[in-house]
């Protein structure tokens, strides 16, 4: 008995997916994901080379994506997004683990880059918000119109879009972002007496780490209450107004900032500044542009885990942070769902049935292909070129005091002497 409970947690922990089997029908996911492995990989590496906190930085944006996807599946009211199959899955097939390492690709990445702009702290958080935006925008445009997740249909907090995308997906990433650097930071000017990046020991920096990467989620879905819920859930503004206020609000408060900025945050551009991060970005928007001109989305096929199809009368509660209570549908109408990304054309009429989850969606043409590649290069190129900014025209990367580099030179030495 034993035995089958630890080989069914084991088959729900953790699944895989034959590759040849998601290239023949979802080749677009099949290439995002193995680009992100790349990309995270990109990630690691800069932090190991860079030592001190940039280390405890990457791992702590993994903690933060475990938290924030493993209580997205289980918290009813923000159950509404399901992503798809992937070669691994993790937790009943919910998480893919490229999404794991989506968090280091997008915080970790914002975080460095925004650093050398050497904004105030009071500042900094909220264009850490606004750099990872810039790092979504395509991505989302690109990733639900190629099915690599599918939305709720009529969940209020995900019904307005723009290209199919929730217009509080890019309200979350800020809020949650800049909440993120907060404690990161945060909780080390309290604890810590070392400079901005050196580590301040292991016990410390591990203890501001666990702080960071639980508290972040909730702090930044405390960032919704003072705009997002009254304005949309008490007044019924549309998300879209809730959200461009939002973005507004960070942007003014980084562009004040960084009217008087300090003399290492202008800085002439060096050979050396293209490097691993540089590149990074460089990929990440040059993928989106290429599979948004080259992809038929009327291909894919995605067979796997989404909103469960049953009555179309049958209505759930979704409770607010203000205690407002909203309705949506408890299940996918298939007969009467308005998420023009998908539809079944391609099963033969075979459709899903009542109380089916697990079941193949098809995609949708592209309305209008000149629109979305013009689009998506837009948000694009406006990425690269601010990023451009932040990494060879702004300073240079913060490094290690001379103190923290010759004891990180002096432990790898030792380890070394010891492999020897």
């Known amino acids: 008995m034993d035995n089958f409970l630890a080989s069914d947690f084991r088959k729900w922990l953790i699944a895989t997916r034959d590759p ?7 080749r677009s996911f099949l290439i995002i994901e193995v680009i992100f492995y790349f990309l995270a990989l990109l990630t690691f590496k800069h932090a190991m080379c860079s030592g001190g906190r940039y280390r405890y930085l990457w791992f702590t944006t993994i903690l933060h994506g475990c938290v924030v996807e493993s209580l997205s599946y289980f918290l009813p009211d923000i159950d509404n997004f399901w992503h798809a199959q992937s070669m691994v899955m993790l937790l009943g097939k919910r998480l893919p683990l490229h999404i794991v390492l989506f968090y280091p690709v997008f915080i970790y990445t914002a975080f460095v880059s925004v650093s050398r702009m050497r904004l105030k702290a009071w500042a900094e958080p909220f264009a850490v918000g606004l750099a990872v935006v810039l790092l979504d925008v395509p991505f ?27 217009w509080t997906s890019y309200y979350f990433h800020a809020a949650f972002a800049s909440a ?4 990161f930071f945060g909780t080390r000017r ?9 580590s301040d020991g292991f016990i410390k920096e591990t ?4 702080v960071t990467g639980l508290l972040a989620m909730p ?13 949309h859930d008490m007044l019924g503004i549309h998300t879209e107004v809730c959200v461009l206020l939002f973005l507004s609000i960070y942007f003014i408060i980084v562009w004040t900032a960084d009217r008087h900025p300090e003399k290492e945050a202008r800085t002439t551009p ?10 990074h970005v460089f990929i990440h928007f040059i993928t989106y542009i290429t599979l948004i001109s080259v992809e038929d989305p009327q291909t894919i096929q995605s067979t796997g885990l989404h909103e469960t199809i049953g009555p179309c009368d049958e209505m759930s509660a979704t409770h607010t942070a203000f205690g407002s209570v909203l309705e949506k549908r408890k299940y996918l109408c298939a007969s009467n769902y308005s998420e ?17 989850s697990w079941y193949t969606i098809c995609g949708t043409a592209l309305p209008n292909r000149i629109e979305y590649i013009i689009v998506v290069t837009a948000f694009s190129l406006l990425g690269l070129i601010v990023y451009m900014q932040m990494l060879a025209h702004s300073g240079n990367q913060i490094k290690l005091s001379r103190a923290a580099d010759s004891k990180q030179h002096q432990t790898t030495g030792a380890m070394r002497k010891k492999k020897d």
């Open 20 to 26: 040849a089997e998601i290239w023949e029908q979802h």
């Open 140 to 166: 989302d445009i690109v990733g639900i119109k190629l099915l690599f997740w599918t939305w709720h249909d009529t969940d209020p907090n995900v019904y307005d879009r723009m290209y199919w995308v929730p």
């Open 180 to 183: 993120f650097a907060v404690l």
């Open 190 to 198: 309290v604890l810590c007496s070392s400079p901005r990046f050196d």
């Open 207 to 210: 203890l501001c780490s666990l």
């Open 219 to 231: 702090l930044g879905v405390l960032l919704f209450l003072p705009l997002y819920h009254p304005l």
């Open 270 to 279: 060096s050979k050396g500044w293209f490097d691993v991060i540089s590149l």
């Open 340 to 356: 023009g990304y998908f539809d079944f054309h391609c099963l033969s009429g075979s459709a899903p049935k009542s109380g089916d």
